[in-house]
């Protein structure tokens, strides 16, 4: 952009010849041949002169970096993918992905913002699309996160988008377009984290169509008895007593919410609380 400037400036300046400059007045400055008159936005005016940045010059910008990081903390795969970028483009768009990784828990729509900076300086990078649109998606943005993934998707056609776009529907209120992405043939490939967080989106959206026994059928089909106690067996067995007690099944429930309890430890679900709920009803 300095260069296109450059030129610019340049275009219509008149030849150098031998001619005599023209006389000075007394008190006058010399003319200055070629050069162009001063904008009233000069880059050169005083900060508190300078008119507001934009909506899209603040997106550009992004949210205030934290000195700390230095965009060294992505994944070695996701900073491969930067390096088809120009250096000092690369290493900004990487702090800002760095700066979103750090945020998108305690503060999703600051890392939102932090993805937008990133978009707007490489928006044909899938990595750079995935990130804004799992940021968008923590921050409640739906429709935007749907976009960004859908746009990963096509660029380099990845299928482990579909858990969080199926919930993207079921947030827009498209029910019946979430179990479409349901019933995809790459979720029979998913890892088991993947294949049940799918299981729970699409129990979700058969309860949200008003139909909870399909929701416990589609939800007695994972591994519910699985012996790991990882995070998605957790949210599997929580999504189960919860359907449970939808379809005025307390006492089953009850058991599935203890079940859920046993092995949460890092205290992702309120089984507890609800436990203890149903125990008080009883």
Wanted: proline letters at 6%.
């Amino acid at each position: 952009m300095a260069d296109d400037r450059r030129r610019d400036d340049k275009r219509g300046a008149p030849a150098r010849t031998s001619a005599k400059k023209p006389a000075r007045t007394s008190g006058s400055k010399p003319a200055r041949t070629g050069s162009r008159p001063a904008r009233k936005d000069d880059w050169k005016r005083p900060k508190e002169e300078q008119r507001p940045r934009t909506e899209v010059q603040a997106r550009y910008d992004g949210p205030p970096m934290p000195e700390e990081i230095t965009g060294k903390e992505l994944d070695r795969s996701v900073a491969a993918q930067l390096k088809g970028l120009p250096e000092k483009l690369a290493a900004r768009v990487a702090r800002h992905l760095a700066a979103a990784g750090m945020l998108i828990d305690d503060d999703p729509e600051t890392a939102y913002q932090h993805t937008l900076a990133a978009r707007a300086r490489a928006a044909r990078l899938a990595v750079v699309r995935e990130a804004c649109g799992e940021a968008a998606y923590a921050a409640g943005h739906y429709a935007e996160a749907l976009a960004e993934l859908r746009a990963a998707k096509r660029m380099n056609g990845a299928t482990a988008y579909l858990p969080i776009m199926a919930d993207c529907h079921r947030a827009l209120g498209q029910a019946e377009q979430a179990l479409k992405l349901a019933r995809s043939p790459s979720v029979a490939n998913f890892p088991a984290e993947a294949k049940a967080e799918m299981t729970i989106v699409e129990a979700g959206a058969r309860r949200d169509l008003g139909q909870v026994d399909a929701a416990l059928r589609t939800l007695e089909q994972a591994p519910l008895m699985s012996k790991s106690r990882a995070p998605w067996v957790v949210r599997l067995r929580y999504a189960y007593a919860d359907a449970l007690d939808a379809a005025g099944r307390p006492e089953e429930a009850l058991v599935w919410f203890h079940r859920t309890h046993a092995i949460d430890s890092d205290q992702l679900t309120d089984a507890d609380v609800r436990a203890e709920a149903l125990e008080r009803q009883g």
